[in-house]
């Protein structure tokens, strides 16, 4: 199976600054990397994800990269708000169809 | 809000019990998926189905058990409950069989075993 590894798993920063967190996955037939949002007592939020025939995407102040030859894609968040502290996940997907959730990324911004 | 509803959100019982969890999902998505979020184990795929077929299986103990219905949604049967099976279990629906869509997950239901 996938083994996924997110790095860190706790991060602060103050507001406005930037976060960055990193995925490295094992399997080189994954084709799709979202990155999931999770607050307290709700379920995982799809908040952006791209395809293995791109490199980059961006959606506002969130973006992903994404290096296959390496195996790891990063979700980076510009001027962080308070709004975005939460735990993040990221969830590749292999061939199989199935996402393998890393074990999440708490961040918290300070204001 | 992301159209995928789950009841109940909170169950509490014994060990030994059975369970039944509820997941209705998107309108018009056809695959659902069952996760279960505990803090040694993390996020992990049980199972998915697919327009009322199983589809594709992952760390489902046999004590579990699932279907999809023909109006689409499904439930998740918990059997023999142990101590351990305490966790949020969540659902996810997408459009498509093969997973090609994005999936969107329900605010869950947290069983708590006695």
């Known amino acids: 199976g996938e083994n996924v590894e997110q790095h860190p798993s706790t991060l602060s920063v103050q507001e406005g600054d930037s976060a960055v967190i990193k995925c490295t996955y094992s399997?080189?037939?994954?084709?799709?990397f979202p990155w999931y949002k999770q607050e307290l007592g709700k379920g995982p939020q799809l908040i952006i994800d791209?395809?293995?025939?791109?490199g980059e995407k961006k959606d506002q102040r969130i973006a992903v990269t994404l290096n296959k030859t390496a195996k790891h894609f990063s979700l980076h968040i510009t001027e962080t708000q308070p709004e975005d502290s939460a735990v993040y996940f990221c969830?590749?997907?292999?061939?199989?169809?199935?996402?393998?959730f890393g074990a999440g990324t708490t961040v918290t911004v300070r204001a | 809000d992301s159209g995928v509803t789950q009841t109940p959100k909170h169950l509490i019982t014994a060990t030994g019990q059975r369970v039944t969890l509820r997941c209705s999902p998107r309108?018009?998505?056809?695959?659902v998926y069952w996760y279960q979020q505990s803090l040694d184990q993390g996020l992990q795929f049980l199972i998915q189905?697919?327009?009322?077929?199983?589809?594709a299986k992952g760390n489902i103990l046999e004590r579990f058990s699932a279907q999809q219905f023909p109006d689409l949604h499904s439930e998740l049967n918990l059997s023999s409950l142990e101590l351990g099976d305490s966790a949020l279990y969540f659902c996810?629906?997408?459009?498509?069989?093969?997973?090609?869509?994005?999936?969107?997950f329900g605010d869950g239901t947290r069983l708590s075993i006695l």
């Open positions: 399997d080189s037939a994954s084709n799709y």
């Open positions: 309108s018009g998505d056809l695959s």
């Open positions: 996810a629906s997408s459009g498509g069989a093969g997973g090609n869509q994005p999936q969107h």
């Open positions: 969830a590749p997907r292999s061939n199989d169809y199935k996402l393998s």
């Open positions: 189905y697919y327009n009322g077929e199983e589809r």
């Open positions: 791209i395809r293995s025939n791109v």
